[in-house]
């Protein structure tokens, strides 16, 4: 996590305020496959105080490429065969740091599934086998996971009954 709330800022003082102001903004650069890290994020730090004077300071971070070992993959799951969208935005999807891997790809990682359907009680239960495969685009190496969905009948029929009757004997 290389964010400012993680990493912090840098100690800041002046000479006459106590009131100062701090900025910063990060220029994101990617490395080829040939380099050991990701990439690197270039910070600019900027103080200033109440007079409109700055100072300014660059702190490089230099991200790691990541380890197909920390990927968490989704765990199984059971829906109710009333629903419709199985989509990942649904059942889950592979995560790096508890992040979305496709939403955060600054990482050279790629995210496929397939999905092989298997009926269990007529056409109502069935069970999906969803297979994905996170792929490290330098290396070509992959981490893999089955995820079971299992879409099943889990809510029992309401009944309503009728009011109290009286009949002839």
Do not use: H, K
């Amino acid at each position: 996590d290389s964010s400012v709330a993680v990493l912090g800022l840098p100690a800041v003082s002046d000479n006459c305020s106590s009131d100062l102001s701090i900025a910063y903004f990060d220029n994101y650069n990617d490395f080829t496959c040939v380099n050991s890290f990701a990439a690197f994020i270039e910070r600019l730090i900027t103080a200033e105080d109440e007079q409109g004077n700055q100072s300014s300071c660059s702190q490089l971070i230099f991200l790691d490429r990541p380890d197909l070992n920390d990927v968490e993959f989704p765990q199984d799951t059971v829906l109710n065969c009333g629903v419709t969208d199985l989509s990942p935005a649904v059942t889950n999807q592979p995560r790096l740091e508890g992040m979305i891997i496709e939403q955060t790809n600054r990482c050279d990682l790629s995210v496929t599934f397939r999905d092989d359907t298997l009926l269990l009680c007529g056409n109502i239960e069935f069970q999906i086998q969803r297979t994905w495969t996170v792929t490290e685009a330098c290396t070509q190496t992959m981490a893999t996971d089955i995820q079971l969905i299992n879409v099943v009948d889990t809510i029992a029929p309401q009944i309503i009954c009728p009011g109290p009757i009286t009949v002839n004997t």
